[in-house]
C-alpha cells in the first residue's frame, strides 16, 4: 500500500513539474502579438492620426461650412494621414495657417458634443497640442488670496472638447465644469476646492 501511495504521489509531482514548465517556457502570445502589430506611426511618421481617427475628422468637418477655419484645419490633417498612407506621389498637401489653425481649435473646443471631443482626444494623443489654443495647465491649491477674485468670476458651463486636455481622459470624482470668461480657458474645480485650469497660448501672429 506504501509502494502505491509513494508511486502515485511521484506521479502527481512528475504532472505539476511538466505544467509548471509548459507555463514558463511558453512563448507570451499577448507580447508576440502587441510586439508583431504594426504601429501605425513607424509606418506613416510622427504627426498623423490614425484611420479611425480620420473618419472621426471627416465626420467633424462635414458640420462646418467649407473654408472656415474649423474645416480647414481638420480637412488639413485628413489630407496630411492620406498622403504620408498612400504612393506620395504628388506633392505634400498645404500647409493650413497656423493662426488659421488656432482659430479652428478654438471653435471646436467650445463644442460640448462626443464627436468634438473625440477628435481632440486623437490629435492630442497622436500629433501633439502644438496648434491648439490651451496646453498644459496650473494646480491652484484653494484659499489662496491673490486668485479668489478670479475664482469667484468663474462661469460654470458643460464639459467641453477644451477639457479634454487638463483631465487626460479622466473624469475626475466630484469636479465641476467652470469657463475663464476673459480668455474661454477651461477649469476644473475639485471638491476640496482645487482648481486645475488651462494655460491659453497666444494666436500665432497676434499682439498677445
Same mark, same amino acid.
Given at each position: !500500500? #506504501?509502494?502505491?501511495?509513494?508511486?502515485?504521489?511521484?506521479?502527481?509531482?512528475?504532472?505539476?513539474? +511538466? +505544467?509548471?514548465?509548459?507555463?514558463?517556457?511558453?512563448?507570451?502570445?499577448?507580447? #508576440?502579438? /502587441?510586439?508583431?502589430?504594426?504601429? $501605425?506611426?513607424?509606418?506613416?511618421?510622427?504627426?498623423?492620426?490614425?484611420?479611425?481617427?480620420?473618419?472621426?475628422?471627416?465626420?467633424?468637418?462635414?458640420?462646418?461650412?467649407? @473654408?472656415?477655419?474649423?474645416?480647414?484645419?481638420?480637412?488639413?490633417?485628413?489630407?496630411?494621414?492620406?498622403? &504620408?498612407?498612400?504612393?506620395?506621389?504628388?506633392?505634400?498637401?498645404?500647409?493650413? #495657417?497656423? @493662426? /488659421?489653425?488656432?482659430?479652428? $481649435?478654438?471653435?471646436? !473646443?467650445?463644442?460640448? #458634443?462626443?464627436?468634438?471631443?473625440?477628435?481632440?482626444?486623437?490629435?492630442?494623443?497622436?500629433?501633439?497640442?502644438?496648434?491648439?489654443?490651451?496646453?498644459? $495647465?496650473?494646480?491652484?491649491?484653494?484659499?489662496?488670496?491673490?486668485?479668489?477674485? $478670479?475664482?469667484? @468670476?468663474?462661469?460654470?458651463? @458643460?464639459? !467641453?472638447? &477644451?477639457?479634454?486636455?487638463?483631465?487626460?481622459? &479622466?473624469?475626475?470624482?466630484?469636479?465641476?465644469?467652470?469657463?475663464?470668461?476673459?480668455?474661454? &480657458?477651461?477649469?476644473?474645480?475639485?471638491?476640496?476646492?482645487?482648481?486645475?485650469?488651462?494655460?491659453?497660448?497666444?494666436?500665432?501672429?497676434?499682439?498677445?
Amino acid at each position: !500500500m #506504501d509502494l502505491v501511495l509513494l508511486g502515485f504521489g511521484f506521479l502527481v509531482v512528475c504532472g505539476a513539474i +511538466v +505544467v509548471l514548465v509548459r507555463v514558463v517556457l511558453r512563448p507570451n502570445r499577448r507580447s #508576440d502579438a /502587441m510586439v508583431r502589430r504594426p504601429d $501605425w506611426r513607424t509606418l506613416w511618421g510622427p504627426g498623423n492620426v490614425s484611420a479611425s481617427g480620420v473618419r472621426s475628422l471627416r465626420r467633424l468637418a462635414r458640420e462646418y461650412e467649407e @473654408g472656415t477655419p474649423a474645416h480647414r484645419v481638420l480637412m488639413e490633417l485628413v489630407a496630411r494621414r492620406e498622403w &504620408a498612407g498612400g504612393p506620395r506621389t504628388g506633392p505634400r498637401p498645404p500647409e493650413v #495657417d497656423a @493662426g /488659421m489653425r488656432w482659430d479652428g $481649435w478654438l471653435e471646436i !473646443m467650445g463644442r460640448s #458634443d462626443r464627436l468634438a471631443r473625440r477628435c481632440v482626444r486623437e490629435v492630442r494623443t497622436y500629433v501633439g497640442s502644438g496648434d491648439f489654443p490651451f496646453g498644459g $495647465w496650473e494646480t491652484i491649491a484653494p484659499g489662496q488670496e491673490q486668485t479668489a477674485r $478670479w475664482a469667484s @468670476g468663474l462661469e460654470p458651463c @458643460g464639459r !467641453m472638447a &477644451a477639457f479634454e486636455l487638463i483631465d487626460l481622459g &479622466a473624469k475626475p470624482w466630484g469636479a465641476k465644469c467652470f469657463v475663464d470668461p476673459r480668455t474661454g &480657458a477651461p477649469v476644473l474645480r475639485y471638491r476640496n476646492g482645487t482648481l486645475r485650469v488651462a494655460d491659453r497660448w497666444p494666436r500665432p501672429g497676434s499682439a498677445e
